[in-house]
């Protein structure tokens, strides 16, 4: 079983930042893509940032430029820093990583959700 376990988030003033870390254990031989997912109440989850194993990212734009994932491929981590928060960046955020398994099979795993809440 792959694990992943959350840490950092927490309540913040607008303007603020705050830095989430993920760490996956677990059997599998490599991550290939590490992910930020975050869900507002009544609204979709939605795609924060990736990267791949390669080092190529992605951003929600409504994000760029304040916030910046990076990961770690040898210490199987990935971390999402946030700054210049505003209150609409309030939401559950969900680390995610595919994964390729022992099984030699890819699959999603998911951790379990950490809150940060950005007060005005």
């Known amino acids: 079983q792959v694990q992943l376990v959350e840490s950092g988030g927490g309540l913040v003033q607008a303007g603020g930042s705050l830095r989430l870390s993920c760490a996956a254990s677990?059997?599998?031989?490599?991550?290939?893509?590490k992910a930020w997912y975050r869900q507002a109440p009544g609204k979709q989850r939605e795609l924060v940032a990736a990267?791949?194993?390669?080092?190529?990212?992605t951003y929600l734009d409504s994000v760029k430029g304040r916030f910046t994932i990076s990961g770690d491929n040898a210490k199987n981590t990935v971390s999402l820093q946030m700054n210049s928060l505003k209150p609409e960046d309030t939401a559950v955020y969900y680390c995610?990583?595919?994964?390729?398994?022992?099984?030699?099979?890819?699959?999603?795993?998911w951790g379990q959700g950490t809150q940060v809440t950005v007060s005005s």
């Open positions: 990267i791949t194993s390669g080092g190529t990212t």
């Open positions: 995610n990583a595919r994964v390729l398994t022992i099984t030699w099979r890819t699959s999603d795993f």
């Open positions: 677990g059997s599998f031989f490599s991550i290939n893509t």
